[in-house]
């Protein structure tokens, strides 16, 4: 048995066989989590609130955005210091990032003081002890990878295995004790129990690696190069968090309450088609790291990823356009949300299309190229603009002329199906960026930025 298991690793090559490991262990651990996305969350929390859950999980990404840009600039300097046996000046950098932490959650309680009052009333949920909680859950959701990027670097795929495979029912215990007494703190609670647990464990797992003396790391020409990489990142971040953000708060508070709640079962199901995305892109990172530092050509290993992908959805796609309806009639008030279960397939398409650009823009970070950030960034603040304007066109009424207002009230914009529209265009456009950018600009995919 161990020689066959010996003589698959040598066929399928490293990439694919650790791609394999990981994605056979999430998937274990996402029978846990597909039972509290789709049954414990719509059992506790009502049909009403239930569509406030995907843009109170976006804002806590909103605020922890400026730890999660700092820990985005280090990504690359992580993978270096691993691959190059740099232990202690490795050591030294994470401390660093501790460090910062502290900082960034300062500036968050104080933004979150001013603005989460205002965002709760705008999605309708009473407030309560909501806001220290997702403070805590975007704190410890930005600290975790700083510990989850240096076990990739080092291509500790088996032990990231196991701990993903654990947390999934911690989370789950978390929430099956937390969510009957208020559902939302509960959730939120139950969300922040997975980083803190992955944390521990990813501290435990990198001891013999922590264990040597800290080396001096930081120094004038480090801050200053650092410094440009921060920048870089929190112009993409701040672009594409409140891209993300905007779009999830149109959808609960343009959208009618059972079309917005309809939102959030259906991605549950949708969600399904970016797991094998989840784990190829957590494997990727360190190969074409390495790869694009020797001057290797990635594109085939970017092509062979998002060819992969592309066939996982189709064919999740197409066992939910047959049983989509069946199976949503199963869950908790099932019956408000089984007539859309022609979302499920649209969004499928959606999560593909968002996949495939997540496979480039990795390709290209893990190179230091950022190019793409010229044309991204922008769409990235012009798409959620429209979207403002466009389901919030009462708002304009005597600003704009009388025919370009009728036009915007034929477009029933204030519908799940008018919603995937747009998202579905603004998917194809960015899709259409990247293959122009990959295909057409050879040079910039083997030279190292």
Known sequence: MKELIGKMRVRLGDFWWYSLIIFLANRAADLLNAF??????????????????????????????????????FRNEISTLSIRGELGRLKTLMRGVFI??????????????????????????AQG??????????????????????M????????????????????????????????????????????VFNIVMSIFSLRKELSVKAEPYWSKDVAKRFGKLFLIFAISGVAGSFCGLIETTVLRQRLPEIDSAAYYVVTRFSDISSFLY?????????????RSA???????????????????SCFIALFFTFFGRFIINLLPHGNLYASFWWAI????????MNSLVGIYTTAEVSANRFSFLWWMVPLNLLYPAVLLVVTGHGYFKGFFPPSLMDWLMRLNATSLNSMLCWMTAIGLIRLFGCALQCCFRPKGLVERG
Request: some cysteine; aromatic content about 12%; hydrophobic content about 55%.
């Open 152 to 195: 990739q670097a080092l291509k500790k795929f088996r032990a990231t295995s196991l701990i993903n495979l654990i947390g999934a029912p911690v989370r789950l215990l978390t929430m099956l004790v937390a969510m009957p007494f208020r559902p939302l703190a509960g959730y939120f609670v139950g969300q922040a129990s997975t980083p």
């Open 345 to 352: 397939p649209w969004m499928i398409a959606v999560t593909m």
């Open 36 to 73: 509290v996305g789709l049954w414990l969350v719509p059992h506790y929390v009502p049909p009403s609130e239930l569509g406030a859950v995907l843009p109170l999980t976006n804002y806590a990404a909103f605020l922890a955005f400026p730890m999660a840009v700092f820990v985005s600039t």
């Open 294 to 312: 020797k001057g290797e050509d990635v594109r085939p290993l970017i092509f062979k990823t998002s060819a992969a992908i592309v066939v996982f």
């Open 100 to 125: 910062a932490s502290g900082v960034f959650l300062l500036c968050a309680v104080m933004l979150s003081y001013f603005m989460l009052p205002h965002f709760l009333e705008r999605i309708r949920v």
């Open 129 to 150: 002890s909501l806001g220290m909680l997702i403070l805590l859950t975007s704190f410890v959701g930005a600290i975790a990878p700083v510990y989850s990027n240096a």
């Open 278 to 290: 989840c784990t190829l892109v957590f494997t990727l990172f360190p190969f074409t790291a390495e």
